[in-house]
C-alpha cells in the first residue's frame, strides 16, 4: 500500500528541527567540562530594596561627620559613635578643615600628656611637691563634675573648648555617673582622672573663698605676672561668681593663667559667647568655627557618645514609636514650681503655642462628623514626643486627639519615655533616661522647649534645631502671651555672663561689643551666638 506523501513530508520537517536543536547545543556546550552543566548556578531571585535603602549607604559614608570624627576606634564599644548619623538629620553645616586639623592635633596631645603617661606622671609631681619654676611639658584643665547633667554637658563642652584655644588637656572629674552615660571620646588614654589625682578628694570643697581660687588671689593681692606662680589655681565660675573671678574673661588675666600648669575649673553654666570678648581667643575662634552658630553644635557631637545601654533606650524608642512618622514633634516641658502637674496655664501656654505656630493640627470640637476622602494609609502621621518629669500634660495631649478629630486628617499619635516626677541627678538610671530623652528630642523635625531650661538647650545644639522657646508663665501664674517664640539660632544661652569692660575697667552691656554675641531670646540678661 502506497505511503501517504503529506505525512513523509511531516516526518522529514520534524527531523530537520530535532537536528537543529542538537547542533544548536553542541555549539553552546562543546567548550565546556564535561560537569559543568550539572553545576551551572540556579537562577537568582532578584533581591528588591525598600526606597530608602540607598540613604544608609550614603549616611555609611559620613559616619565621621565631614571628618569630625576620627577613624580608627572600635566601634562595638560604642555604637553611638558612628550609628548616630544614621538617625540625626544630615549636618547642616560642614566642619571646618581648621576645626578637624585641630581636633586631630588635641587627639595626639591627649595621647601624649593624658593620664598614666610618662609627662602626666610628671606634671602631677609638681601638684605634689608645691613647686613650680616656671617650665611645665604638659598644661591641663580639669573640669569638676557640677550641678544637673544638662549643665554638666553644656559647661563640658565650654571647658573642651577653652582647653583646645589654650592648648590644654582636659581631664574630667567622673563624678557620680560620667562613665556610666558617655563613652571616652578619645582612643587609647582616658580622658577620666584617675582617682588618685593629688585634688580629688578636694574638689566638692573648691568654692570662690578657697586661698587657690583666682579670684580670691586676686582680690587679696596673692598673686600677679611678677610674683612666683603656684602650679594649679582653681577657677570659680559658677553662677554665684563675684567681679574678681569674672576677670577670667580679661585678656591680660588670660596672659597671667596660661602660666599655669593646673588650672581647676568649676561651672554650672555655658560660657562659650564670653570667650569670643576676649580678643587674643578671637581669630583662633573664627578660623575654628567660621559659622558661629555651630560651636556646641559640632563639640556636642564629638564630645558626647552616649554608651551603648543608653543607646539602646534610645534606638528601642526610636524605631518602635518614631521611626515611621511622617512628621515628629518634640515638646520639652521643665516647670520651675513645685505644685504637681499638669499645671492648667502652662498646659494652655504649650497647646497655644502649637497652634499660633501651626505644630500641631486644630482639633474640631464640633458633634458633626468629618469624612475625609483619604484612606488610614494615605492620612499623615504625627507622633509628638513629650518629656516632662510630671505624665500629665502627655496625658492631657493624648486625651485632645483621642476625643476630638483633626480638621484635616491626620492620625496624631502622643508618646512620654519616662515619668520620673522630679529630678534625681544622683541616680544613674534616672540620668540614663535623660540622655536618651535629650537624644531622641534632637530627632525631631521641630521642636519645642522651655525657657532656661539646660535639657533644652542640649536637645536642640545636638539636633541643630531651632526651637520654639516657651515663655516663662507669668508670676501670677498665667499663661504668658505670646505664648513662644522661635530661637534664631540653636546655640544654647549664657545665663550668667560678665558685664564688665576689661579695657576700659567699667561695667558695661556686654551684648552690644562684638556683633555676633547678643541678648538671648528666654534670658533676657543672658548672652548666646547668633550669625
Not at 580629688?200 to 570662690?208: A, G, I, L
Not at 515638646?331 to 503655642?353: F, N
Not at 518629669?389 to 483621642?402: H, Q
Not at 531650661?453 to 498665667?478: D, H
Amino acid at each position: 500500500m502506497a505511503q501517504n506523501p503529506l505525512k513523509f513530508i511531516g516526518f522529514l520537517i520534524i527531523c530537520g528541527m530535532f537536528l537543529t536543536i542538537l547542533l544548536t547545543a553542541s555549539v553552546i556546550f562543546k567548550d565546556l567540562p564535561s560537569d559543568s552543566v550539572k553545576n551551572l548556578p540556579k537562577a537568582n531571585i532578584v533581591d528588591v530594596k525598600p526606597p530608602n535603602a540607598t540613604v544608609n549607604s550614603q549616611v555609611q559614608k559620613d559616619k565621621l561627620l565631614g571628618g569630625l570624627l576620627p577613624s580608627g576606634i572600635d566601634e562595638t564599644s560604642c555604637l553611638s559613635r558612628y550609628e548616630s548619623a544614621l538617625y540625626h538629620k544630615e549636618l547642616l553645616h560642614k566642619p571646618s578643615s581648621y576645626l578637624i586639623s585641630r581636633l586631630r592635633d588635641y587627639e595626639a596631645l591627649h595621647k601624649q600628656c593624658g593620664p598614666h603617661t610618662k609627662l602626666y606622671n610628671r606634671s602631677v609631681e609638681l601638684i605634689k611637691s608645691g613647686q613650680y619654676n616656671g617650665s611645665a611639658e604638659c598644661n591641663y584643665l580639669v573640669w569638676i563634675s557640677f550641678s544637673g547633667l544638662g549643665n554638666r554637658m553644656l559647661t563640658l563642652a565650654s571647658a573642651f573648648l577653652y582647653a583646645l584655644l589654650t592648648n590644654r588637656v582636659l581631664l574630667v572629674d567622673p563624678g557620680v555617673n560620667m562613665p556610666g552615660l558617655f563613652c571616652e571620646p578619645f582612643q587609647d588614654v582616658s580622658w577620666l582622672i584617675p582617682p588618685d589625682f593629688p585634688l580629688f578628694n578636694q574638689f566638692s570643697t573648691f568654692d570662690q573663698k578657697s586661698p587657690r581660687s583666682y579670684g580670691y588671689m586676686v582680690k587679696h593681692n596673692v598673686i600677679s605676672n611678677s610674683s612666683t606662680l603656684p602650679p594649679y589655681i582653681y577657677l570659680h565660675l559658677a553662677h554665684d561668681y563675684d567681679d574678681h573671678d569674672k576677670l577670667f574673661f580679661c585678656d591680660q588675666d588670660q596672659s597671667l593663667l596660661k602660666k599655669i600648669p593646673w588650672l581647676v575649673m568649676k561651672t554650672n553654666t555655658l560660657f562659650v559667647p564670653s570667650l569670643f570678648l576676649i580678643p587674643s581667643f578671637e581669630q583662633e575662634l573664627s578660623n575654628l568655627f567660621p559659622e558661629k552658630v555651630t560651636i556646641f553644635y559640632f563639640l556636642s557631637r564629638y564630645l558626647f557618645h552616649p554608651t551603648n545601654s543608653v543607646w539602646g533606650l534610645v534606638k528601642r524608642y526610636y524605631q518602635a514609636y518614631l521611626e515611621r512618622a511622617d512628621k515628629k514633634l518634640g515638646i520639652q516641658i521643665r516647670v520651675l514650681e513645685t505644685d504637681d502637674g499638669p499645671l492648667k496655664y502652662v498646659l494652655d501656654q504649650i497647646i497655644d503655642c502649637t497652634m499660633k505656630e501651626n505644630l500641631l493640627p486644630q482639633v474640631n470640637q464640633s458633634s458633626e462628623p468629618i469624612v475625609f476622602n483619604q484612606s488610614a494609609k494615605q492620612r499623615k502621621t504625627i507622633s509628638i514626643l513629650i518629656t516632662s518629669l510630671s505624665p500629665g500634660y502627655s496625658e492631657e495631649f493624648r486625651k485632645m486627639y483621642w476625643e476630638n478629630p483633626t480638621f484635616t486628617g491626620e492620625i496624631v499619635s502622643v508618646y512620654q519615655p519616662s515619668q520620673e516626677e522630679y529630678q534625681q541627678s544622683e541616680n544613674l538610671l534616672h540620668e540614663k533616661k535623660a540622655l536618651a530623652e535629650m537624644y531622641l528630642l534632637s530627632l525631631s523635625d521641630k521642636l519645642i522647649t522651655s525657657a532656661w531650661s539646660t535639657f533644652g538647650y542640649v536637645a536642640q545644639g545636638l539636633g541643630g534645631l531651632k526651637p520654639w522657646i516657651l515663655y516663662k508663665p507669668n508670676e501670677n501664674r498665667t499663661a504668658h502671651n505670646p505664648p513662644c517664640v522661635r530661637a534664631t539660632s540653636f546655640e544654647p544661652c549664657f545665663h550668667a555672663p560678665p558685664n564688665y569692660d576689661c579695657k576700659k575697667k567699667t561695667p558695661t552691656d556686654t551684648s552690644k561689643m562684638v556683633p555676633h554675641v547678643r541678648h538671648c531670646e528666654d534670658v533676657s540678661w543672658g548672652l548666646k551666638l547668633f550669625e
